[in-house]
């Protein structure tokens, strides 16, 4: 039974993983036939990674952050500097941004996750919006200030220059990894406490368990998978902008999530690939209103549809069985009339 049992967790793990995998992998052959061009499905694949470690604060331990982008752009600026000043290999240049992310998450978790609803929000927007103005002022002279960090070298892997093809492989294969560990840590018993702290929180504490820990490691990891997806942005385009730290970037991401579903890990990331392609793409047929028509959608589906797309999906596909049942049942009925 418990084999049994082990065999269907991990079915269910890997199919959607598997099917992800072949969607992400083969995107350079189907992405460009619905107008998308070459680079931008490795933009997409970046910020799927940036979702999913914020969909497992948000989703997950119900904790809402406007400064996420911290992370990202701290991370960013560690690559950038690390390609700059010491080596064009990517990986000492990750490994440093993921140590330095990993501090700059413990930092800030120890200072806020003992806060919780609006405070917790508004004191993680305070802390990015000071590290933004940080790298235009006091450390311009190592960030570039309003330029951004330019003049990086071209990365490499094992001595092999990485641009196009083989930067696009890299990140699929990192948006795969991460939506694996996304799914086991989600289904882990450290999942099912965020969720219990979501939840609430004040109760599991009555019950002993150490609520403080656990959410300060949730904040953690969801800061690595943004810290990751900043340094792949670099390695992406060998430039840092300032905007990568900027209150705007947290901004795109809750919108990514909101209008995906928010607590399905598959929905942000679908709302991350609907909102760099709006943005991209359908922002070129639309013309200068495409903000506006965004805005309008947004507003919408936080009204009419507050669990995204994923929740649209749900409840087509219940509308498509309960036609179908009312079909089915209408049948042997009509049979016996016609009898």
């Known amino acids: 039974m418990i084999h049994e049992r082990e065999t269907g967790a991990v079915r269910g793990e890997l199919v959607p993983v598997g099917i992800f995998a072949a969607i992400a992998l083969t995107m350079p052959f189907w992405f460009p036939l619905i107008g998308g061009y070459s680079g931008l499905d490795t933009k997409i694949l970046i910020f799927v990674i940036f979702v999913l470690g914020f969909d497992l604060l948000l989703g997950f331990t119900g904790y809402l952050s406007f400064g996420h982008a911290a992370f990202f752009g701290t991370s960013a600026y560690t690559t950038g500097l690390m390609l700059l000043h010491y080596s064009s290999e990517i990986i000492p240049a990750m490994l440093m941004s993921i140590l330095v992310t990993f501090v700059l998450a413990l930092l800030i978790g120890l200072l806020l996750t003992k806060r919780t609803g609006i405070y ?6 305070a ?3 000071m590290l933004y103005r940080a790298a235009l002022s006091i450390f311009s002279d190592f960030t570039g200030g309003d330029n951004g960090l330019t003049g990086l070298q071209s990365p490499t892997l094992f001595g092999e220059q990485l641009h196009g093809s083989s930067v696009f492989i890299l990140v699929a294969l990192f948006a795969i990894v991460g939506f694996w560990i996304a799914l086991r840590i989600a289904r882990s018993p450290f999942g099912l406490m ?6 609430n929180q004040e109760r599991l504490a009555y019950t002993g368990v150490d609520v403080s820990l656990y959410k300060l490691w949730g904040f953690i ?33 809750v919108i990514m999530s909101v209008i995906g579903g928010v607590g399905t890990l598959i929905g942000p990331m679908i709302g991350a690939a609907f909102m760099m392609y709006f943005e991209n793409v359908a922002s070129a ?14 507003v919408l589906i936080v009204m009419y549809l507050p669990g995204g797309f994923v929740d649209g999906a749900r409840r087509l596909r219940a509308w498509i069985r309960h036609r179908r049942s009312g079909r089915d049942a209408q049948t042997p009925a009509e049979k016996d009339t016609h009898g």
């Not at 917790?120 to 927007?125: D, Q, S």
């Not at 047929?285 to 947004?298: N, Y």
């Open 120 to 125: 917790f929000a508004i004191l993680t927007l």
């Open 221 to 253: 990891v969801s800061g690595l998978f943004g810290g990751i997806a900043g340094s792949l942005m670099v390695i992406y385009e060998p430039y840092v902008a300032t905007h990568f730290l900027h209150w705007t970037m947290s901004g795109e991401v």
């Open 127 to 129: 802390f990015a919006s």
């Open 194 to 199: 965020l969720r219990a702290i979501k939840s």
């Open 285 to 298: 047929w639309i013309g200068e209103q495409w903000l506006l028509v965004l805005g309008l959608l947004f």
